[in-house]
Each structure stands twice: as structure tokens, then as C-alpha cells.
Nanobody, 123 residues
Framework: QVQLVESGGGLVQAGGSLRVSCAAP????????MGWFRQAPGKEREFVAA????????LYADSVKGRFTISRDNAKNTVYLQMNSLKPEDTAVYYC????????????????WGQGTQVTVSA
């Protein structure tokens, strides 16, 4: 069982930056690929970014490529999502997720989920 706890969400103006974090207490964190997803009101949960166990391989949704950066610190059992040049359409609840094996982009490919953190971007 992997517990995931997101933090760092908040309110930011368009064009600003925010970093959200996901802590995963436990010795097995480095065994998992990690992903970030988001869900806006009335919309389905969508893929944002993913990273493999070592941090050397990353995936991004086209909508965030060049603006968001996913990273991880296995010594701290934490994965980060640095969000720059934020837009109002980035407003959503952001979830981190974990899976064994390679990073993937589909919701149903992840086994463990955090509770989410709200990110609101004002125009």
C-alpha cells in the first residue's frame, strides 16, 4: 500500500508559478513511477505529467509541455510538479498517483492516488 499526500496548491494569477508536492512515506517510493493528473469541475480527470523511478524519463501532456516540470527526490520520498506561466485553464484539483513499472498516461493504469490539492489560476 502506498499513501500519497499532495500539498502546495493555492491561488495564483495568470502568468505566475506554483509548485505542488506529493509525499509518499515509506521505503518503497523509489520502486514506483509517479504521475500527476488534474480534474476541473465537470470534466474528466486528465493526464498532466509522469516520471519514472529514477527521474531520467518524463512524459508531459501537450497542454503543459514547456510550462510544467515534473521531478522527484527519492531521498525525500517526494515528487514535484513545478508549474510556470499558469493559465486560467490550468485551474483544477491536482492529483498525484503511483504505479509499478513504467510511467503511463491513463488514469486506470495507476494503482494509488492522493486526495488532491486545489490549484486556482485567476485571469
Amino acid at each position: 500500500q502506498v499513501q500519497l499526500v499532495e500539498s502546495g496548491g493555492g491561488l495564483v494569477q495568470a502568468g505566475g508559478s506554483l509548485r505542488v508536492s506529493c509525499a509518499a512515506p515509506g521505503r518503497t517510493f523509489s520502486n514506483y513511477a509517479m504521475g500527476w493528473f488534474r480534474q476541473a469541475p465537470g470534466k474528466e480527470r486528465e493526464f498532466v505529467a509522469a516520471i519514472n523511478w529514477s527521474g531520467r524519463s518524463t512524459l508531459y501532456a501537450d497542454s503543459v509541455k514547456g510550462r510544467f516540470t515534473i521531478s522527484r527526490d527519492n531521498a525525500k520520498n517526494t515528487v514535484y510538479l513545478q508549474m510556470n506561466s499558469l493559465k486560467p485553464e490550468d485551474t483544477a484539483v491536482y492529483y498525484c498517483a503511483a504505479r509499478s513499472g513504467w510511467p503511463m498516461t491513463r488514469v486506470n493504469e495507476y494503482d494509488y492516488w492522493g486526495q488532491g490539492t486545489q490549484v486556482t489560476v485567476s485571469a
